[in-house]
């Protein structure tokens, strides 16, 4: 059974930096692994995301402060989000897709405030 534990959230002031990583149990090889985000009263949203072949993509509100990685050997993906403002933040999720099943992690809130 695949799961997905994150850690890394918290609080940070604005224009601070936090750094959310993900481990995925067993030894599945991901099509993608993904960070969405999760605001009160709205549906979860793409905020980054990496395919096996190394593609990323991004949110347009994110580009330019946050990076996503993966380690392949660790089965991990990180964000590294910096320059961060009040609106980033949510509860961040981790996701992982292989082929039509879909794992996520139970979230990190990330918190940014003065």
């Known amino acids: 059974q695949v799961q997905l534990a994150e850690s890394g959230g918290g609080s940070v002031q604005p224009g601070g930096s936090l750094r959310l990583s993900c481990v995925a149990s067993?030894?599945?090889?991901?099509?993608?692994m993904n960070w969405y985000r999760q605001f009160p009263g709205t549906e979860r949203e793409l905020v980054a995301g990496m395919s096996s072949d190394g593609s990323t993509n991004y949110a347009d509100s994110v580009k330019g402060r946050f990076t996503i990685s993966r380690d392949y050997a660790k089965n991990t993906v990180t964000l590294q989000m910096n320059s961060l403002k009040p609106e980033d933040t949510a509860v961040y999720y981790c996701?992982?897709?292989?082929?039509?099943?879909?794992?996520w992690g139970k979230g990190t809130l990330v918190t940014v405030s003065t």
């Open positions: 996701n992982a897709k292989r082929f039509k099943a879909d794992y």
């Open positions: 067993g030894s599945v090889i991901f099509t993608a």
